[in-house]
Structure formats: structure tokens, C-alpha cells
């Protein structure tokens, strides 16, 4: 059983009897307090989808839950659903929109490495890969002979998604996005 230190964003733990998937983390450290850090989750029950959140000191014994991880490709949205393929099998995996509402913004129809979280054989969750590559639809023009310093702009991406980019990319031009620090990471290698 791993402790509160130990849980990242998208693990899933059984807290309550109850199946939790963990959306968020902040960790803080209390002034004049000896002792570690505590933590502040926000989490989904998979299965009534109510968010809560909880606080743990970092030392707290939590017990990840049972879950299976699925490769799968997204397909297409049908209504408030997105709806993912396995990747193996074919079976379709249907997740709503609100649930993975952050993950949205980084996927399109070639995004590799999705994986479909699965407990108690019901989809609750999406883990993206660490990079993704998307579009640029709309950046200001790029600078003529802007050099590669840490001056950056605002892009928009195909998926909607607004990160800041250097000052030499252009609308248009594929770049590759580090998913977990929502950040530019280079130009992207294919396209």
C-alpha cells in the first residue's frame, strides 16, 4: 500500500469502500508544524461520478484500487460522450466529456499511446502519453530571424488548448506538447 506521498494524478484508490480516481493533488507544508506534507486531493467516485475532496498527511496508508489500463485510439464524440476504440479488440469505450475535460484538450484522431482506465469493467478515465503533437491554428506571424531565445507568444492548438510557444513558430506548424506541464516542448518531428 503506497502512501499519500506516493499517489499521482490519475491513480485510482479505494477510499471508503468506495472506488476514487484522483484528479488533482495540491501538496502543502504547514509552517511550524514538524512533521511532512499534507495532501489535498480532489476526487471522482468512479461509479456516481460525485467529486470530493480529501486531505492526507503524506505518511497516510491509502490502497490503490483494482484497474485495468487499455491502449485505445479515439474514434469520435457522440454527444457528451467521447467514444475510444481498444486497440486490440475493438471494444468501444465510452467516457464523458466532463470527466476528462482536461485530457480533451490534448488528443485528436492521431494521438498515440491513449490508455483507457477500466474499473470493475466500466471506463473512468483517460492517461495521455507524455508528449502529444498537435497544430498551431493560430499564433501571431512569426519573427524573421527571431533566434531560439525564451522570448514565447500564445498559440492556440487545433484542440483549443493555448500554451506558449517561441517566437519563431509559425501558424500551421506542428509542435509537440509535454502533457503533464501543459508546455511546448520542440517542433514536432513528422507533418
Given at each position: ?61 491509502l490502497e490503490m484500487a483494482d484497474l485495468v489500463r487499455r ?121
Amino acid at each position: 500500500m503506497p502512501k499519500a506521498s506516493e499517489i499521482k494524478k490519475n491513480n485510482t484508490i479505494v477510499f471508503n469502500g468506495k472506488t476514487c480516481i484522483v484528479r488533482d493533488i495540491d501538496r502543502s507544508v504547514p509552517q511550524g508544524r514538524a512533521g511532512g506534507s499534507i495532501y489535498r486531493m480532489r476526487m471522482y467516485d468512479v461509479v456516481s461520478g460525485a467529486k470530493f475532496d480529501e486531505t492526507f498527511k503524506d505518511s497516510d496508508m491509502l490502497e490503490m484500487a483494482d484497474l485495468v489500463r487499455r491502449p485505445a485510439m479515439f474514434s469520435y464524440i457522440d454527444g457528451d460522450e467521447y467514444v475510444f476504440l481498444d486497440k486490440e479488440d475493438y471494444t468501444p469505450y465510452h467516457l464523458n466529456k466532463e470527466s476528462i475535460a482536461d485530457e480533451v484538450l490534448f488528443i485528436n484522431e492521431d494521438t498515440d499511446g491513449l490508455l483507457v482506465v477500466i474499473v470493475s469493467d466500466v471506463p473512468v478515465a483517460l492517461d495521455l502519453p507524455m508528449s502529444v503533437e498537435l497544430e498551431v491554428t493560430e499564433t501571431d506571424p512569426s519573427i524573421k530571424g527571431a533566434s531560439a531565445t525564451s522570448r514565447t507568444k500564445p498559440a492556440t492548438l487545433s484542440t483549443g488548448l493555448v500554451v506558449q510557444v517561441p517566437e519563431y513558430i509559425s501558424t500551421g506548424e506542428w509542435v509537440k506538447i509535454n502533457t503533464e506541464e501543459r508546455k511546448f516542448q520542440s517542433r514536432a518531428d513528422k507533418h
